[in-house]
């Protein structure tokens, strides 16, 4: 029995597959990226969710904790901040109960999941954005240099550029179009200005509130809104940067095949879907893009596998392949 659990900044999702390619059990909780739970007990929190997952996951499959042959937990943040590393590697064996696991950062889950863990490169575009890839047995991370500065094309991303082409409509320094009204009724507005009130106030500007607004710029784009549109094609152009740069840095030939997938929720968008796909399709690298094949957390659950030494075979994966969902491209919009 190997468990996965893929952490992300909004939710976090924890599955439970045997060697027979059997999904045994899933499980969603909260979000578990620790620097914005700080307040909460950072470290602390993490533990939270994984104690919340992990016995939704057991008693859903009817195991116990030990039953566990192997867990792969990739985390949000992992890695970022070399101090943590030690406090985090800790958590899971102490919800666990026992020390057969690995943690990294959740880009793993993300690239495993899309690609079956073989050479190529991932990116993944939820709350936050990143690619992962792997040649030759050495990985390479591009992106993810935070919201703050970076996660170009994540949903905070596409999020904080509609609200500055909200502030501009407003203003008039742009052309009114339908964006503006979306999100008026979505935030129940009394004024423009109240904006302020609702994403710094109220919000206190935490990435996960400010990145759900993302769907509402796939809406207003569906209505015809131009600047929405732009948003989301300039969104799936720097996704595509990011595939490029990793596909540079593993040292990728531009006539060698490199075979590029996606995760992650923005990808239901078929415009910001569309645009990365045209942007690799016209690069004079060799990318052969690929549907994912399976989900982040599956792909978790795989590595899990992997690690302990007893890969899925082909069965096996043919087996968990009929019957696991591909969440990144259901009901894509706009």
């Known amino acids: 029995m190997f468990l996965g659990v893929d952490g992300g900044g909004t939710k976090t999702a924890f599955c439970l597959i045997d060697n027979a390619g059997s999904l045994r059990a899933r499980a969603v909780a909260a979000g578990a990226y620790y620097f914005a739970d700080n307040a909460t007990g950072g470290v602390a929190h993490v533990a939270q969710v994984l104690e919340e997952g992990i016995r939704a996951v057991t008693e859903g499959a009817g195991i116990t904790r030990a039953d566990i042959g192997y867990a792969f937990l990739g985390l949000p943040g992992y890695g970022e901040v070399p101090g943590d590393i030690a406090a985090l590697d800790a958590v899971p064996g102490q919800v666990l109960g026992h020390q057969r696991y690995a943690c990294d950062n959740d880009m793993i889950c993300g690239w495993a999941g899309s690609l079956g863990a073989v ?102 784009a569906g209505l015809g809104d131009p600047q929405a549109a732009a948003v989301l094609t300039q969104a799936g152009q720097e996704l595509a940067l990011l595939v490029d740069s990793a596909r540079r840095r593993l040292g990728f030939s531009a006539n060698e095949p490199v075979p590029v997938s996606y995760s992650g929720g923005v990808f239901r968008s078929a415009a910001v879907l569309d645009a990365f796909t045209t942007e690799l399709r016209d690069s004079s690298a060799h990318y052969e893009l690929r549907h994912p094949l399976f989900e982040p957390v599956v792909g978790a659950a795989l590595y899990a596998a992997k690690l302990a030494g007893t890969p899925l075979d082909a069965a096996a994966l043919a087996a968990l392949r009929s019957t696991s969902e591909i969440t990144t491209t259901e009901n894509r919009h706009a």
């Open 119 to 220: 050479d190529g490169i991932n990116v993944i575009s939820g709350t936050g954005s990143m690619t992962y890839g792997e040649r030759h047995g050495q990985g390479v991370r591009t992106g993810g240099w935070s919201e703050l500065f970076s996660d170009e094309g994540s949903a905070y991303w596409i999020a904080a550029r509609a609200l500055n082409v909200f502030s501009r409509m407003s203003d008039g320094r742009l052309p009114e179009g339908p964006l503006a009204d979306v999100l008026r009724r979505h935030l129940g507005l009394t004024t423009d200005l109240e904006v302020i009130d609702v994403v710094l106030n109220r919000w206190q500007g935490h990435r996960s509130e400010i990145a759900s607004l993302s769907p509402l710029v796939v809406e207003a």
